[in-house]
């Protein structure tokens, strides 16, 4: 059975940070792309970050010098290391395999069409000002 375990969210005040985990199981981790999708109330789903199996990197341009992606692959672990965080970044967030980077879904997790539906269960981040 998958399973993708989200860790790090929490509540912090404008400008600081925190680093998000999520730990895979049960499937082929190696060369697996991952990425981290968020969802804030009344908006979209948006793809916030993915990294490919050969460690190619994506970041959605709002991110872009404040979010870091990395993966560990002795540990089957992604993480999202968020810097400066702003209001505009309080979402519940979403670790996924096979990321689709051109979405127009109204939530997430979705299903996906393009690749396997490896889904976390999601952590909370709210940035306060």
């Known amino acids: 059975e998958v399973y993708l375990v989200e860790s790090g969210g929490g509540s912090v005040q404008v400008g600081g940070s925190l680093r998000l985990s999520c730990t895979a199981s049960g499937f082929r981790f190696e060369n697996s792309d991952m990425g981290w999708y968020r969802q804030a109330p009344e908006k979209k789903c948006e793809l916030v970050a993915s990294?490919?199996?050969?460690?190619?990197?994506y970041y959605v341009d709002s991110v872009k010098d404040r979010f870091a992606i990395s993966r560990e692959d002795a540990k089957s672990t992604i993480y999202l290391q968020m810097n400066n965080l702003k209001p505009e970044d309080t979402s519940m967030y979403y670790c996924a395999a096979d990321p689709p980077h051109l979405l127009n879904e109204n939530a997430c997790p979705f299903r996906n069409l393009v690749g396997r539906n490896y889904w976390g269960q999601g952590t909370q981040v709210t940035v306060s000002s």
């Open positions: 990294i490919d199996g050969d460690g190619t990197k």
